[in-house]
């Protein structure tokens, strides 16, 4: 089964900042690939998902990951994060089964 | 649309007790899972079910069982609760696409 790995557990940034949260999957067989944001004390909101078609998908709040086959990353990137914009982020992973696979969350902690 | 339902949004118990975690969806969708989230472990897979009339073990199944009642509603229950079953319980539902859709949670905390 495929795995997830996000290489940050924590990211501090400054406000009106850039930021990449990186995510990297163990194999490069068909995937589809998802990032979902978990606000303190709530589910978890489907943030952005790549199925097929163009490698780079953008969100609705200005967030934008790129699949990269070659390298099996879906890396999630912002050119300029508010403080609301603090959460935890998850990538996950789903190949040919039903269920997906999630990374162990990167903390993002926006500060003025 | 409500999306996914859960209730109780908390419960205490304590070792020994049992209860039943519901879980409701009006998406029509034909997929529904129960997650535990522990700090630091991300979301681990409980049970799932692909369709109405089938459930399957996911990562960490032990101590826990599954109804799927009906194509709407899924249930998760704690026969003797244990505290290492103290988490945080998420069900999801999916459709076509595969991306799943999350409910809001139930706390539990076992002494």
């Known amino acids: 089964a495929q795995s997830v790995t996000q290489l940050d557990s924590q990211v501090p940034v400054f406000e009106e900042a850039p930021v990449e949260l990186r995510c990297n999957y163990s194999s490069s067989v068909s995937v589809y690939l998802f990032w979902y944001v978990q606000y303190p004390n709530q589910g978890l909101q489907l943030l952005l998902k790549?199925?097929?078609?163009?490698?780079l998908v953008e969100s609705i709040n200005g967030f934008e990951a790129e699949f990269n086959k070659s390298q099996t990353s879906f890396h999630l990137r912002k050119p300029s994060v508010h403080i609301s914009d603090t959460a935890e982020y998850f990538c996950a992973v789903k190949n040919s089964g039903y269920a997906l696979n999630f990374g162990k969350g990167t903390s993002l902690l926006v500060t003025p | 649309n409500a999306g996914v339902t859960q209730t109780p949004k908390f419960q205490v118990l304590k070792t020994g007790q049992s209860m039943t975690l519901q879980c409701a969806q009006d998406?029509?969708?034909?997929?529904m899972y129960w997650y535990r989230q522990d700090p630091g472990m991300g979301l681990r897979l409980i049970y799932y079910s692909a369709s109405e009339g089938t459930t399957d073990k996911g990562e960490v199944p032990n101590g826990y069982n599954v109804s799927r009642l009906n194509k709407r509603e899924f249930s998760l229950r704690l026969e003797s609760a244990a505290p290492s079953q103290t988490s945080v319980y998420f069900c999801a539902s999916s459709g076509a696409g595969g991306a799943q859709f999350f409910g809001p949670g139930t706390r539990l905390t076992v002494l």
């Open positions: 790549y199925l097929s078609g163009s490698t």
């Open positions: 998406m029509n969708h034909n997929s």
